[in-house]
Nanobody, 124 residues
Framework: QVQLVESGGGLVQDGGSLRLSCQAS????????MGWFRQAPGKEREFVASISGTGDASKYAYSVEGRFTISRDNAKGTVYLYMNSLKPGDSAVYYC?????????????????WGQGTQVTVSS
């Protein structure tokens, strides 16, 4: 089993920054890609960013590209999401997930393990 625990969410003003962390434990391997997704009330879960198992490739949703950065520290089993220039539209519960592959997939169907989520609220 794999456990994923997100942290770092909170309330921030429009234009502010946050860093989310995702700590993996259990039967983890750095081979697998990791991703961040988010879900706002009344909306479907959407892809935010993903990073390959080696950390040398990443993908971003168009809506966050240039503002968010995903990174990973395989020695610590941790994945980060640096969020800058936050907007009220970024408000959502953010979920960390572990892919079933090594490449930076964007579909939730490619992810087999999910964390419980951390709330991010951006006030205007």
């Amino acid at each position: 089993q794999v456990q994923l625990v997100e942290s770092g969410g909170g309330l921030v003003q429009d234009g502010g920054s946050l860093r989310l962390s995702c700590q993996a434990s259990g039967r983890t391997r750095s081979y697998y890609a990791m991703g961040w997704f988010r879900q706002a009330p009344g909306k479907e879960r959407e892809f935010v960013a993903s990073i390959s198992g080696t950390g040398d490739a990443s993908k971003y949703a168009y809506s966050v590209e240039g503002r968010f950065t995903i990174s990973r520290d395989n020695a610590k089993g941790t994945v980060y999401l640096y969020m800058n220039s936050l907007k009220p539209g970024d408000s959502a519960v953010y979920y960390c997930a572990r892919s079933t592959t090594s490449y930076e997939a964007t579909s939730p169907a490619s992810y087999g393990y999910w964390g419980q989520g951390t709330q991010v609220t951006v006030s205007s």
